[in-house]
């Protein structure tokens, strides 16, 4: 299997070769450096200490309350990732997905009401709280620094909610987004060790240079979600070699279904309410609003903003297996080496969690004007 001295990546590749094969097979010592060490943040124990089932059971007379802990979904036959309806291939391993849709447990309310268990562990790698909203890794992270940011005051769907309000949508975006930008900066950009590794520039030193960095980050919301509550997608480039490919590949910020948060804050700011359900169709809202918000436009933008000499193999197109190892082991290696999900690490090499020390007791409120 080559090596990267006789297959070099160069930056702008994101670790894909031109013939689509990726590097992989990360090596521990040279990410050694850039880990995040700051103090985990306040252990929490969760609010319920049961399953999202039995928290349905204990409020079994609040049949809305039961709805919000719900997802419309198709499930992974490989990895076993809920992925949105919409989907043919699962953007986490790249496996095809079944035709029929499922339901799934709604994971991000249940981080809210500080449920336990869904059966897996709730605890999460949370980076920032306040009793409005979570801001945390994401554990199927595309890039170093992937977060997610999550209101908690209110149950919305998805971001086409917003549009029954969009000058307090607007607010609420803003204040997630400032948020997620606020983590990034310091507990990343401006973070020696994980700046001097990912950044061609370094650490972030002056806010003119923060103010720089800002122009690169990605941002948006998918439609279908995986998870019924809104919640934006935040990361910074460079993306993990495998990820990258499956972007390329356009199966991630796909077109039509990631709503990058430049659009749909203008499309907000028209403050052109517009009456939604859970039926109401993504190209209508797209139609409706295109004389006035380019969605290929801003889309094609994004998607254009979306670099490694520090891996032993590179995988195939194709390929199953890569120096003996079952693909999917070593790009799962390579996420556990690469992401920040769960930083810093237990003593025994365990992503750490915690929960939502805000959980909410009472049922979230729906969005609504």
């Keep these: 299997m080559p090596t990267?001295?006789?297959?070099?990546?160069?930056p702008p590749s994101f670790g894909v070769m031109e013939d689509g094969g990726v590097l992989v097979g990360a090596k521990e010592e040279a990410f050694a450096g850039c880990r995040l060490t700051d103090v985990p943040?306040?252990?929490c124990e969760p609010a319920f200490p049961g399953t999202i089932d039995e928290f349905k059971n204990a409020h079994s007379n609040d049949a809305a309350l039961a709805a919000q802990l719900q997802n419309t979904v198709k499930k992974c036959g490989g990895c076993a990732k809920?992925?949105?309806?919409?989907?043919?291939v699962c953007n986490s391993c790249g496996k095809d997905l079944p035709e029929e849709v499922s339901f799934s447990a709604n994971i991000f309310m249940g981080f809210v009401y500080g449920i336990a268990k869904a059966p897996f562990p709730l605890s999460i790698s949370i980076r920032r709280q306040t009793p409005e909203l979570i801001v945390f890794d994401d554990?199927?992270?595309l890039s170093p620094c992937h977060l997610n940011v999550v209101p908690t005051s209110f149950h919305i769907p998805d971001w086409r909610f917003l549009l029954a309000d969009p000058m307090r949508g607007l607010q609420l975006l803003t204040q997630l987004e400032d948020a997620a930008w606020g983590c990034a900066v310091e507990q990343f950009l401006t973070n020696e060790g994980w700046a001097s590794k990912f950044l061609r520039v370094g650490p972030a030193r002056t806010r003119r240079q923060i103010s720089e960095m800002r122009q690169h980050v990605i941002a948006g919301c998918n439609f279908p979600p995986s998870q019924f509550q809104?919640?934006?997608q935040y990361f910074l480039p460079p993306f993990l070699p495998f990820q990258y490919r499956m972007y390329l590949e356009g199966q991630h910020l796909t077109h039509e279904r990631f709503f990058p948060l430049e659009y749909i804050t203008a499309v907000l700011a028209l403050n052109d309410p517009m009456e939604v359900d859970m039926n109401t169709d993504m190209h209508a809202i797209i139609k409706r609003f295109n004389d006035r918000v380019d969605y290929n436009a801003m889309h094609a933008a994004c998607y254009e903003r979306a670099g490694p000499s520090d891996f032993e193999h590179v995988l195939p197109k194709g390929a199953s297996d890569v120096a003996g190892q079952p693909k999917d082991a070593v790009v799962a290696r390579d996420k556990a080496i690469l992401q920040s999900y769960g930083r810093p690490?237990?003593?025994d090499g365990k992503p750490t969690g915690t929960f939502y020390k805000f959980a909410r007791k009472e049922r979230v409120p729906s969005w609504g004007p």
Aim: hydrophobic content about 35%.
């Design 4 to 10: 990267t001295k006789r297959a070099r990546a160069s």
């Design 41 to 43: 943040p306040e252990q």
């Design 82 to 88: 809920v992925c949105g309806f919409s989907l043919t």
């Design 139 to 141: 554990l199927l992270s």
């Design 230 to 232: 809104l919640h934006i």
């Design 345 to 347: 690490y237990s003593k």
